[in-house]
């Protein structure tokens, strides 16, 4: 049973700084990559970063580039994003993801990816 738990969410002022975590269980083996996704209110589940197995590749979007950086422990049970920077506009419910051997398709498409957590709210003032 694949399970995938954040946590580290919170309030904080902008320009401050949050580290969200996700606990991956049930499978640590077959997958090709896990990412962050966010979804504000009244808007569509947005792609923020994503890293490849093995970790030396990771990927971030625009918006967030320079000031959020994805990574994950050396066993690869336990995925991370460092937030600095924050501004009020990255208010959302923070989601982890991660996909299967047989993904495919954009690491950015949230179609990619079969398992999701419960998410973790952000919230910038």
């Known amino acids: 049973h694949v399970q995938l738990v954040e946590s580290g969410g919170g309030s904080v002022r902008a320009g401050g700084f949050l580290r969200l975590s996700c606990a991956a269980s049930?499978?640590?083996?077959?997958?090709?990559?896990m990412g962050w996704f966010r979804q504000a209110p009244g808007k569509e589940r947005e792609w923020v970063a994503a890293i490849r197995r093995g970790g030396t590749t990771t990927y971030t979007a625009g918006s967030v580039k320079g000031r959020f950086a994805i990574s994950q422990d050396n066993a690869e049970n336990t995925l991370y994003l460092q937030m600095s920077s924050l501004k009020p506009e990255d208010t959302a419910m923070y989601y982890c993801?991660?996909?299967?051997?047989?993904?495919?398709?954009?690491?950015?498409?949230?179609?990619?990816?079969?398992?999701w957590g419960q998410g973790t709210q952000v919230t910038v003032s």
């Open positions: 993801a991660a996909d299967s051997s047989a993904a495919t398709g954009s690491v950015t498409d949230r179609r990619r990816y079969n398992y």
């Open positions: 049930g499978y640590t083996y077959n997958r090709l990559c």
